[in-house]
């Protein structure tokens, strides 16, 4: 049986049942969904201890043809992107299908006139428009590997991911528009060049209309290049194990890891659960707020919502332009169906009252989903009352960049939601928990580290230039298995709860003390705006805990301190006290909002020299603060 839309929890399980049994039958049978110039000779080969994965080897295929060339002739006229700029009064942008396909045919073109082959590493640095998703699909049609790094990002980070896979040329704009803000993208990828050899072009979009320099011989505008290009292009046929896209993702250690996806499994996997988290209908008018820069946005703005004909919204704005109800103006205006979004933007709207949902028809909606953290239960309650109405199922999708796709999650409507449980693993996702031993646990209700038993189609298959690495981040932890570096929770009936990263455990005097929990107490004192905790080494205790507390106003006292630690007993125990705590003015944090515990770790551990690359964050100039007024 055919389960590329499962439409009942019968049918859940059943499918899950079926791709444990039998994963090659399974996806195989998934794999009929999609469009392939040659079927494959194996569904699957793997070995995790090399560690090596293929799937589909033997397929050949383009993912375009996929995502653009086989909806044509149904799906012509129906938009594929649909641009909501930054300001609310410049005209949406409905790019149709047969628009899309287009476009990219001509980048395509501009790109193969401009010597690209298949192989060669391309640099995406643009802001959320049109033209990132079309050069996207432009690298994917002639077999170029996209890199796109996030257009936030500094020109030293910038400088090292273009470096570390030598890409040949970088597309980018003059500039962008970020709320009431412009940001001279074009100085940063000057200043980047010039320690980067391999790039040889640099095509501009004109995006703010500023006098951007050019460097003769080297810039281009890419308008009048589209302009004069043709609007068809003879897709590159691939083979399934091709490299699609590098995406870098922060490591441990610092530098970052350029995790490589490829062709078939990628798309396979994408678009399949795509389709069944969201529960995709073909009217739907679907929209994920993250930035293509992450792989929320390549897997769910790009690729999985395109193979599916979907209509797909990208937006260059922020949720707090020009006012708080920007989300749900749009919401109400283009009538989104399907919502996707971070439980770090719910939060900061949810402060903001609910007069800005209010404000707005949100009645359209039918699926909310969350992503990027964990999302606490009054974050979850929020957004199922003011948001979803309490009619609107929310989907909790856990994943990684690693993954490629979203591993565990209900399935909206379809499913039972739990809330702050991401809940049941996908078809074809075997997941278990470890215990400290390096044991797998046996029975369901239990805490552990979360890993991965069993390949599935879209695992990233390793890191670029550095497979040593690939292999010691993920497999050596524990033999045969994916580690995923989560902690997690599992009920008596299955459903996962993720508890955070596991490197923010400490062990203190035996105890096994998760963070979170201790952060949780220090954070309902009412001076407290946000706290972040790391171990250091101690003689007796083995590790100890350092907070690291930023307050709404008023002064960090030693009375203070007493309080903060009278508080985490009283709810937690005597044994989670803090040895150190350091009252800062914030606390570093990556553009997706996640709290950099590393860098916390080795400035309490005082390893200042080995901070690794901190430009990426959003507040850099906190660390340099937080190690200046550390005692
Ligand atoms: C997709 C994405 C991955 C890490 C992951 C985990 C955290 C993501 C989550 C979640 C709890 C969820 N995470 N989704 N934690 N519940 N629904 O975010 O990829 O940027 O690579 O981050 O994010 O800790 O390991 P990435």
């Known amino acids: 049986m055919n389960h590329y839309h499962i439409t009942s929890e019968e049918q859940y399980r059943k499918a899950y049942k079926e791709s444990v049994k039998n994963p090659a039958d399974f996806w195989s049978d998934i794999a009929t969904n ?6 494959w000779d194996s569904v699957l080969e793997y070995d995790f201890s090399i560690p090596e994965i293929a799937w589909f080897k033997g397929a050949q295929l383009n993912i375009t043809e996929n995502c653009i060339d086989r909806h044509l002739p149904e799906r012509g006229t129906k938009t594929a ?8 009064n410049e005209p949406a942008q409905h790019i149709t299908y047969q628009e899309l396909h287009d476009k990219v045919c001509q980048m395509a073109n501009v790109l193969k006139q401009k010597g690209v082959k298949k192989g060669d590493r391309i640099c995406l640095y643009l802001p959320m428009i049109p033209e990132l998703a079309i050069a996207i699909l432009a690298c994917a049609r002639i077999g170029a590997i996209h890199s796109v790094v996030f257009a936030g990002f500094s020109a030293v980070a910038l400088a090292a991911r273009i470096n570390d896979s030598n890409c040949s040329i970088v597309i980018t704009s003059d500039g962008a528009f970020r709320g009431n803000k412009t940001i001279n993208l074009k100085e ?9 050899k391999s790039v040889r072009t640099v095509l501009l979009v004109n995006r703010i209309n500023n006098n951007c320099s050019i460097t003769d011989g080297r810039d281009e505008w890419l308008q009048p290049l589209l302009d004069t290009a043709e609007t068809s292009c003879v897709p590159e046929i691939m083979n399934a194990e091709d490299p699609l896209f590098i995406l870098y993702t922060s490591g441990s250690t610092g530098t970052p890891k350029g995790m490589v996806h490829t062709t078939a499994g990628y798309m396979v996997y994408s678009a399949f659960t795509f389709k069944n988290v969201f529960q995709y209908e073909e009217d739907d008018v679907y929209w994920c707020t993250a930035d293509i820069g992450w792989i929320t946005g390549h897997s769910y703005i790009v690729y999985g919502p395109l193979a599916n004909g979907a209509t797909s919204v990208l937006f260059e704005g922020v949720p707090s332009y020009p006012d708080y109800g920007r ?12 919502f996707y979004t971070a439980p770090t933007a719910i939060r900061a709207l949810a402060k903001q009252g609910k ?9 359209s909606l039918k699926t909310l989903g969350s992503v990027g953290e964990p999302i606490n239960e009054e974050a979850w309650e929020w957004y199922d009352d003011h948001v979803g109405k309490n009619r609107c199922p929310i989907v909790d999708t856990w994943w990684q960049t690693e993954t490629g796709g ?12 739990i809330p702050t449980f991401a809940t049941l693993p996908m078809p074809g996702i075997q997941p278990c928990l470890m215990d400290d031993n390096g044991t797998e646990i046996s029975f369901w209700k239990a805490e552990g580290r979360l890993c991965i038993k069993f390949p599935w189609p ?12 690939y292999k010691n981040t993920y497999f050596t932890a524990y033999t045969n298995t994916y580690f995923t570096g989560d902690g997690a929770l599992r009920d008596a009936d299955g459903n996962y709860r993720i508890t955070g990263r596991v490197d923010d455990v400490v062990i203190v005097s035996g105890h096994n003390l998760g963070t979170a929990p201790i952060e949780d107490a220090i954070n309902e004192h009412p001076m407290v705006a946000e706290s972040a905790l790391v171990g250091f080494p101690h003689d007796i205790k083995g590790n100890a805990l350092y907070g690291f507390v930023t307050l709404k106003g008023g002064e960090g006292t030693a009375a203070l301190k007493k309080e903060i630690n009278a508080l985490i007993s009283e709810k937690i125990g005597p044994i989670a006290k803090l040895d150190k705590i350091q009252f800062t003015s914030g606390l570093p944090k990556t553009r997706s909002g996640k709290i950099m515990r590393r860098i916390l770790r ?6 200042i020299d080995a901070l690794g690359d901190i430009s990426t964050l959003l507040n850099p100039e906190v660390v340099e603060q937080i190690i200046s007024e550390k005692k």
């Open 406 to 417: 979203i591993l565990i999650s209900s399935l909206a409507g379809v499913t039972k939601q």
């Open 81 to 88: 992107l649909l641009f909501e700029p930054n300001n609310p």
């Open 188 to 196: 940063i990828v000057d200043k980047a060049l010039q320690e980067c």
């Open 602 to 607: 080795k400035i309490a551990t005082n390893e």
């Open 34 to 39: 999609f469009k392939w110039r040659k079927k």
């Open 355 to 363: 007069e800005w949902t209010e404000k707005y028809n949100l009645s």
């Open 327 to 338: 989300f749900w103006e749009i919401v109400q205006k283009h009538a989104v169906t399907l």
């Open 458 to 469: 879209s695992i990233a298959r390793t890191i670029w230039g550095n497979h040593e690495r």
